[in-house]
């Protein structure tokens, strides 16, 4: 049984940083991906940051480049999104997800609240 549970949320200025954390109890794979999606409500999910669970490579939005950086502990059972100079636009519910193969999820978090002001 897979559980996806994120967490580091919160309030923030414009400017200030968060670090979001998920903690992946259940999920292991060589073959898929873990990723950063974030949802406005009445708007798309919106892919951020993904990891591939094989080979480590990384991808981000556009939008986030240079600012955000995802990254997993040594025992693979956290990914984390380091978020630097936010921006009010990244204020948006904050969700992980993983699956087994390569930008396929099965399995999502209940998510977490970020709020740039």
């Known amino acids: 049984h897979v559980q996806l549970v994120e967490s580091g949320g919160g309030s923030v200025q414009a400017g200030g940083s968060l670090r979001l954390s998920c903690a992946a109890a259940?999920?292991?794979?060589?073959?898929?991906?873990v990723a950063w999606f974030r949802q406005l409500p009445g708007k798309e999910r919106e892919g951020v940051a993904s990891?591939?669970?094989?080979?480590?490579?990384?991808y981000y939005a556009d939008s986030v480049k240079g600012r955000f950086t995802i990254s997993k502990n040594v025992a693979k059972t956290t990914l984390f999104l380091q978020m630097n100079s936010l921006k009010p636009e990244d204020t948006a519910m904050y969700y992980c997800?993983?699956?087994?193969?390569?930008?396929?999820?099965?399995?999502w978090g209940q998510g977490t609240q970020v709020t740039v002001s």
């Open positions: 997800a993983a699956g087994y193969t390569i930008a396929t999820y099965d399995y």
């Open positions: 259940g999920y292991t794979s060589k073959t898929g991906c």
């Open positions: 990891f591939t669970t094989g080979g480590g490579r990384t």
